[in-house]
């Protein structure tokens, strides 16, 4: 793909680069690359690779732009409020280089569609805010031979890691399994607005060095940030033997969304309640109904230590014993740790009879925040 | 002599946002004890039932992984306890 006079001069930076060239540029504009998620890590690297010129850059994104996405993600400006983010997005990056293209994917990735949309990419990049998103795309990046550059934010620090078929680990040799019940989200915890940028940048340079064949790529090392200290640390890592999906006898051969993919959406509206919040309300009950307190830990765990007037059903027994709970009432889930009970919210919710609260932390943090005497029994 | 333990975002709730605490003992599940005194609840995030470092989470000594409880501590190492993150 030979360059126009125009491009020779709005790429002028990379040409005087001996490392990118006429070669390299050339390279740029043939490559597609995926950009998951125009969200913080999307914004920076959506806008630097569109302004490397890369030919045929796509954004997955399914929400509409929030006035409280404005704090970071730098693609939009407040005359995007409420339009369709991919939309806005493709918009923004044509007005800053009109000669790429530009595909806006409006959808949620799920089992279904995640290979016809990865197909048509060489590189992808991965800046997802849903924990079962991020193993989906690794998952169909494993399976379909694509390099997968993956970035994750919380609060002041962030993560990248860089998979290349064939060369190294993938984000599953990292972190095998995980869950939005033990890992918070940016919304709960908050995150510095500058820190997406920093590690969205750093995704945008891997695709760029992957793409022009040039420098080190963040094979099977973690890169941690930590922007309260302005620290840069890397830990090396392998690949698993045993990794579900790249390993020797690997178990997920074909693409299947988790439980927890169907009930992500549904538990994005579930109120979750810390301890001292459950306290105000159980010590509040004028004009309103009682709170039903639903334990799911095993009966020997009960036993042990439970509160006051609450109800054990267990696990396996929650989906038929529900109805037992009065019909529109309020009840609050808990369990040692919150793991357990968020999967019961997410069956209460599909349920609809009543209305689910979690209790966060479970009652381990019940017994460290509220009561000390509080026995909780070990799991199992 | 303790070792530096520098503690993941997300488990810094229980650090009182420290990120980093000194801690003392001769393996990775000494030092893990020692925290535990001190800030209830923090093992239980990285370990499981079994004594086994939750799926989530990577334990590294200096750089030198910890596929085990069993990795042997020194004063003025550092242990990082790094989380799975997932925000975007």
Request: charged fraction near 20%; include cysteine.
């Amino acid at each position: 793909m030979a360059l126009s006079a125009e491009e020779r001069t709005r790429y002028a930076r990379h040409l005087a680069l001996p490392e990118i060239a006429a070669a390299g540029q050339e390279r740029l504009k043939a490559a597609r690359v995926l950009v998951i998620g125009a969200g913080g890590l999307g914004s920076p690297s959506a806008l630097y690779l569109a302004a490397a010129g890369v030919g045929t850059l796509g954004l997955v994104d399914c929400d509409r732009v929030d006035l409280s996405n404005l704090q970071r993600q730098v693609l939009f400006d407040n005359a995007a409020l409420q339009r369709p983010k991919a939309v806005a997005a493709r918009e923004r990056l044509l007005s800053l280089n009109p000669g790429i293209r530009v595909v806006a994917h409006e959808l949620t990735l799920r089992a279904a569609n995640v290979r016809e949309v990865i197909d048509a990419y060489d590189i992808v990049l991965d800046g997802t805010d849903r924990l079962p998103t991020r193993y989906l795309v690794n998952d169909a990046c494993v399976l379909l031979g694509k390099a997968l550059v993956t970035a994750a934010i919380h609060r002041f620090e962030g993560q990248a890691m860089t998979y290349v078929p064939g060369r190294g680990p993938c984000y599953r040799c990292l972190f095998p399994e995980t869950s939005a019940a033990v890992v918070p989200s940016c919304a709960e915890a908050g995150v510095l607005g500058v820190l997406p940028g920093v590690m969205g940048a750093i995704q945008a340079t891997e695709a760029i060095k992957l793409i022009v064949g040039r420098g080190e790529p963040l094979v099977g090392r973690l890169l941690t940030y930590d922007a309260l200290e302005l620290r840069f640390q890397e830990f090396r890592f392998a690949r698993r033997a045993d990794c579900a999906v790249c390993g020797e006898r690997p178990t997920i051969t074909e693409l299947r969304d988790s439980p927890e993919t169907c009930m992500t959406d549904a538990l994005q509206s579930l109120r979750r309640i810390a301890p001292s919040e459950l306290q105000v309300m159980l010590a509040d009950t004028e004009g309103r109904d009682p709170l039903m307190l639903v334990d799911v830990r095993e009966p020997r765990e009960f036993a042990a230590g439970h509160l006051p007037g609450a109800i054990n059903m267990p696990m396996s027994e929650l989906d038929r014993r529900l109805a037992e709970l009065p019909a529109g009432s309020t009840a609050v889930f808990m369990c040692r740790s919150g793991g357990r009970s968020l999967r019961a919210c997410g069956q209460a919710l599909r349920g609809g009879t009543v209305t689910p609260l979690q209790l966060e932390g479970g009652l381990l943090a019940w017994a460290a925040e509220v009561d000390p005497a509080l026995i909780v029994a070990p799991a199992g | 002599m303790d070792c530096t333990v520098r503690i993941g975002s997300p488990l810094r709730s229980y650090t009182h946002g420290a990120s980093s605490v000194a801690a003392a003992g001769a393996t990775v599940a000494e030092v893990l004890a020692d925290l535990e005194g001190r800030f209830p609840g923090i093992r239980f995030r990285m370990i499981d039932e079994q004594d086994r470092i939750r799926r989530h989470i990577r334990v590294f000594v200096n750089d030198r992984e910890a596929a085990t409880l069993a990795e042997p501590v020194a004063g003025g190492d550092q242990v990082h306890l790094i989380c799975a993150l997932s925000g975007g």
